[in-house]
């Protein structure tokens, strides 16, 4: 407050010596004043007098009708403080900060809680308490047995501060659909499936959300980065899946799990593609065919080169869709090293700044919230960074509101909140330019292209890298791919603390 705010400037944070408490601290008459805001039975005060159901209805009321110091000092309350903005260079010392406390862990806590729902912060806090008790002795087993009796839904969806409807995702027709019952997208960013039978409830269903830069967060002016966000795909949503691949044009994938962790405990995924040199009939009537066409593999990554090819307007359509598959998640908590995920997203972003056609990019983990919402927050910021340079303004804990107004629980766990920090000091080292990938560039390494299973096309078409719709019949045409990256050797990061627990969706 004295170093960044002015006389009136105000900010509300948990209480250090009365846990469960917040405090009201004030700047005024270059000092600062704190008030105590007590929190019983989820209603707040001052102290006595107006009760309130949230911290933002105390702070409202007391910013229309200002306190009144037993000395006789009226506290105005003028200017609410963000102190979670700043600059790309000085994350160290943010993050340095969040890591004061007790428990080294209570500044990412606190501004981690910040984005969700103030009232389940007592719930959530003794919950995780809890289960840090009964990891000592007990079996994950029991672990998963006890949350999902006494904290199925703090622990497996951090709400949204302000919540939309999901009125599509409750329907009967498409419970079936949903992987986790809690977990469901909101109707007014749902990605509408089209196609479909207009007399069939739920045809037009698929819990996915589409994520873009919204214009109240003017702190990302001048990105037009896109996304969808959902969920793993079940056996009956495979064809869902790539009928909204090719609704929406997109052309990379960004799988973010496997398909089995924790060894066979847990399916996050089905696999939705075919494997190597073979193909499908997908999509809303088997209309689509889907062929993987190539796969290479790292250390930490999968990228899969795959062909979409569908009958349009009695013609042959091809598409090339790339789906990249990260495999360095642990089964718990965050990966050791931020550099494996900042260096997957690049690789994402060479290949998706020679394409023309910008379309989302489809995100998915298991429940397409955590670790989704986690590779979203960072995408996100390393484009502004890349964009307007290391001199730009970012705010980690207002990126995550924007993603959790789109899709609720998006960034799940106190420890991806604070891999997201982590990442942006791994990122401050790298060099931006504005150099685009060319195929120029590339190695000459080809794909050899089968003929169309749909025969040949002699008319033209304005469909961007479309094989089967070229003036000439398609036979073998080469289609370049980036070549792979040397192996970026990230210097070493702080150590990470991991959460109390995680579900890690």
């Known amino acids: ?265 847990q399916t996050k995924c089905v696999r939705y593609w075919p494997e190597e040199g073979q193909s499908w009939n997908t999509g809303f009537n088997k209309e689509i065919c889907l062929s993987l066409l190539i796969e290479r593999m790292t250390p930490d990554f999968a990228i899969r080169t795959l062909r979409l090819q569908k009958i349009v307007n009695d013609e042959a359509e091809s598409r090339l869709v790339y789906h990249y598959q990260f495999l360095a998640w642990p089964d718990h908590g965050v990966p050791p090293n931020p550099g494996t995920v900042v260096n997957f997203l690049e690789e994402i972003n060479q290949l998706e700044s020679g394409m023309t056609d910008k379309r989302p990019l489809i995100v998915h983990c298991s429940a397409g919230i955590g670790r989704t919402g986690t590779f979203i927050a960072i995408d996100l910021i390393l484009c502004l960074i890349r964009k307007y340079g290391l001199q730009c303004t970012i705010d980690i804990r207002r990126t995550v509101q924007m993603l959790r107004s789109q899709r609720s629980g998006m960034v799940q766990t106190e420890a991806q909140y604070k891999f997201v920090y982590m990442s942006r000091i791994e990122d401050t080292g790298h060099e931006y330019t504005n150099i685009r990938y060319s195929a120029e560039a590339a190695s000459n390494q080809v794909i050899p292209i089968s003929p169309s299973p749909f025969g040949s096309s002699t008319r033209p078409c304005n469909h961007p890298q479309c094989e089967a719709c070229s003036s000439t019949p398609v036979v073998y045409q080469p289609q370049l791919i980036p070549p792979p990256r040397p192996k970026k050797v990230p210097r070493n990061p702080p150590c990470l603390a991991r959460g109390l627990f995680s579900l890690d969706f």
């Open 1 to 265: 407050l004295m170093e960044q705010g002015r006389n009136g400037s105000f900010l509300v944070r948990e209480s250090q010596s009365t846990p469960g408490d917040y405090a009201l601290s004030v700047r005024q008459d270059n000092q600062v004043t704190h008030v105590m805001i007590r929190c019983k039975d989820n209603r707040y005060d001052v102290g006595g007098g107006d009760e309130f159901s949230s911290l933002k209805d105390l702070v409202e009321h007391y910013r229309r009708s200002p306190m009144v110091e037993t000395s006789g000092s009226v506290v105005h309350l003028k200017h609410p403080l963000n102190t979670t903005k700043i600059n790309p260079t000085s994350i160290d010392g943010r993050v340095k900060k969040l890591q004061e406390g007790k428990d080294q862990t209570s500044g990412f806590w606190e501004e981690f809680e910040g984005n969700v729902s103030l009232r389940n912060h007592v719930k959530l806090r003794n919950a995780m308490l809890f289960i840090s008790e009964i990891r000592k002795s007990a079996n994950q087993f029991l672990i998963l047995l006890l949350i999902s009796v006494r904290w199925p839904k703090q622990l497996q969806q951090q709400e949204c501060t302000h919540m939309f409807s999901r009125n599509e995702g409750q329907r009967p027709e498409n419970r079936m659909k949903n992987r986790y019952k809690n977990i469901l997208p909101f109707d007014h960013t749902r990605i509408i499936l089209r196609g479909g039978d207009p007399n069939k409830i739920g045809s037009d269903y698929i819990n996915a959300n589409l994520i873009e830069v919204l214009p109240e967060f003017e702190i990302f002016d001048g990105i037009t980065r896109k996304y969808i966000s959902t969920q793993g795909c079940l056996n009956n949503t495979i064809d869902d899946f790539w009928q909204m691949v090719w609704q929406e044009h997109s052309r990379i994938i960004v799988m973010t799990t496997k398909e089995i962790e924790r060894g066979k405990i």
